[in-house]
């Protein structure tokens, strides 16, 4: 997937953003950057597999975000005090294309279709961060933490039932809000269902439909 430098910027810009990009490389389980660090710029994943994260009541870290190949990772830290409210760790040795604050600014100022495509992403990531996921079951909110690490990361090239990665539990616990003990037991639930199946640490997608049905129940108030 392409990203939006390479979407909406015209062949002139780009030999501008070419210019100023850098490549970082970030092994795995390596931070990119964390809660409070200064805004420096934008980054674009080229490879590699992204969570994201912020802090929760209680101070701890809820993952928010998946972020894979084309996707863009630090424009929540634009604007207020300009520091990023998010941590961003690398899920497999992970490359992305760094824009410097200063160039991509330019680009924004310059660039109308490229600053109206980014305010619609800002749009829509708004209304998911909105969503009312803590109004599911539990069960429902570990079936979308599933679908959702599908949307992010697809399938495995050999195995189209299997994630291509597929999160740790503990970090499904952190997506649903809930605790680890409650997402084993959801997860045997689905795989009993046949909605999916477990090897391993592994998990594959057996009914997609439902799964993704699952994900757009709503609580009936008793």
Known sequence: MESFLKQYCSPEWQEFIDFYKKTVEVKKNKTIFSVGDDTK??????????????????????????????????????????????TAIALEDTTLTFVPLKAFNTIAKSNNEFTYQLMMFFAEELRK????????????????????????????????????????????????????????????????????????????IVNLAELKKMTEIAVVNE
């Open 129 to 204: 961060s909105e969503d009312n996921t803590s109004a599911l079951p539990v069960l429902n909110r570990v079936a979308k933490a599933i679908y959702e690490n599908y949307l992010a990361f697809g399938y495995d090239k050999k195995d189209k039932k299997k994630l291509s990665f597929t999160l740790s539990r503990k970090d499904y616990a952190s997506m649903c809000d809930t605790t680890y003990e409650s997402v084993i037991r959801s997860i045997t639930a689905l795989a009993k269902d046949k909605i999916i199946d477990t090897k391993n640490k592994d998990i594959y």
């Open 41 to 86: 710029g934008l980054y674009v994943v080229r490879s590699g597999k992204v969570k994201v994260l912020t802090k929760s009541i209680g101070n701890e870290q809820r993952l928010i975000r998946l972020a894979s190949e084309g996707d863009i990772l630090g424009h929540r830290g634009f604007g207020g005090n300009w520091t990023y409210p998010i």
